[in-house]
């Protein structure tokens, strides 16, 4: 049998348009390429994203902001020291990006200036540090990308 121009050329697509299709089919079903979304309720935070601006503005209005240092026992999270530790309030929350399974929120309860995030919830890698946190009725906000 002898295949012309025009069945080479259909027989082309035909196997063109199978090799495309098995990689969608692959893609969907094959959960090692899922992945997810930043955040579940995207829509929500964007509208919140002014409200996100206004307290970075005033943090960056302190004398001096949070800081962090790396510890064998986790991350401890320094507040202000000329703020009174037990005024503050709020929650600490870590996203990794890599992964949702491993975000955590942390309320914040200060006896003194620091905040310790224990080792066993932190894996090697990268996060996302996210502050909010009030003092005396104003809202403040610190973002920080860190490795541990």
Not at 9 to 17: C, N, P, T
Request: aromatic share 14%.
């Amino acid at each position: 049998m002898k295949i012309n121009w025009g069945t080479g050329i259909v027989l082309a697509f035909i196997g063109f348009i199978c090799f495309i299709m098995y990689f969608v089919i692959n893609m969907n079903t094959n959960k090692k390429y899922d992945h997810d979304l930043v955040t579940e309720d995207y829509y929500k935070q964007e509208l919140e994203f002014q409200n996100d601006i206004n307290k970075e503005t005033n943090a960056k209005t302190l004398e001096e902001n949070i800081t962090w240092k790396k510890t064998d026992k986790g991350i401890i999270i320094i507040f202000p020291e000329t703020l009174k530790a037990q005024n503050i309030t709020g929650n600490v929350f870590l996203y990794r990006p890599s992964s949702k399974q491993f975000d955590f929120e942390t309320p914040i309860s200060l006896s003194n200036h620091n905040l310790l995030i224990p080792d066993n919830r932190l894996l090697d890698g990268r996060w996302n540090i996210k502050v909010d946190w009030q003092y005396n009725g104003k809202s403040y906000l610190y973002k920080k990308q860190i490795v541990y």
